[in-house]
């Protein structure tokens, strides 16, 4: 069973760069599929923020994208975030997935989340 | 990039059936067969329920079933019960520089 775990400090500091680790279990990056970010301000809906393939190709919601930067490491079998710049509007549930489907970004494992807020 | 459009909210009896709708354009439903579903409980990561407009993942009932019609997409729950009680999400591929878009989501309560 594939499995991922998200890690990081809960608290990021205004203007800080907030940074998440997922690991995965189950499955070899490696192997292939996308692996994403997706975060869920409180009580607001989903907002994809990125997506890399195992091969370190990135893909980024343009939204964010002067702000992210995602990093795959195969020989730690776990996929990073780095939020530049973060304001109290960066506050959400973030997690990691597993990206599957025709078009890769159909997510099929999660991570049980974890809540990051923005403060001082 | 707006999000896709969904009903706030839909409610249903048990044993009926209900359908919730995901409205786009031909820049991304419309326009791809990359349609995915995501049932979410309270505090709870989504799960995915239906993915490429019509698939199930292994795993879940075929009492959801996904379609498409122009550039709305449609996620249909038969024989409610009790446990769907959920938030559900669509989601899309898009062409534009977005790449995935998710809908503002679907508040289902089973009367």
């Known amino acids: 069973q594939v499995q991922l775990q998200e890690s990081g400090p809960g608290l990021v500091k205004p203007s800080e760069t907030l940074s998440l680790t997922c690991a995965v279990s189950g499955y070899s990056i490696s192997s292939g599929y996308y692996w994403g970010w997706i975060r869920q301000p409180p009580e607001k809906g989903l907002e994809w923020i990125g997506s890399i393939y195992h091969t370190g190709t990135t893909y980024y919601n343009p939204s964010l994208k002067s702000r992210v930067t995602l990093s795959v490491d195969t020989s730690k079998n776990q996929f990073s975030l780095k939020l530049s710049s973060v304001t109290a509007a960066d506050t959400a549930v973030y997690y990691c997935?597993?990206?599957?489907?025709?078009?890769?970004?159909?997510?099929?494992?999660w991570g049980q989340g974890t809540l990051v807020t923005v403060s001082s | 990039q707006s999000a896709l459009t969904q009903p706030a909210s839909v409610s249903g009896s048990p044993g009926q059936s209900i359908t919730i709708s995901c409205t786009g354009t031909?820049?991304?439903?419309?326009?791809?067969?990359?349609v995915s579903w995501y049932q979410q409980h309270p505090g709870k990561a989504p799960k995915l329920m239906i993915y490429d407009v019509y698939n199930r993942p292994s795993g879940v009932s075929n009492r959801f079933s996904g379609s498409k019609s122009g550039n709305t997409a449609s996620l249909t729950i038969s024989g409610l019960q009790a446990e769907d009680e959920a938030d559900y999400y669509c989601?899309?591929?898009?062409?534009?520089?977005?790449?995935?878009?998710f809908g503002g989501g679907t508040k289902l309560t089973v009367l």
């Open positions: 989601s899309s591929y898009t062409s534009s520089s977005a790449l995935e878009l």
């Open positions: 997935a597993r990206g599957v489907g025709s078009s890769g970004y159909s997510f099929d494992f």
């Open positions: 031909s820049s991304d439903v419309g326009g791809y067969n990359y």
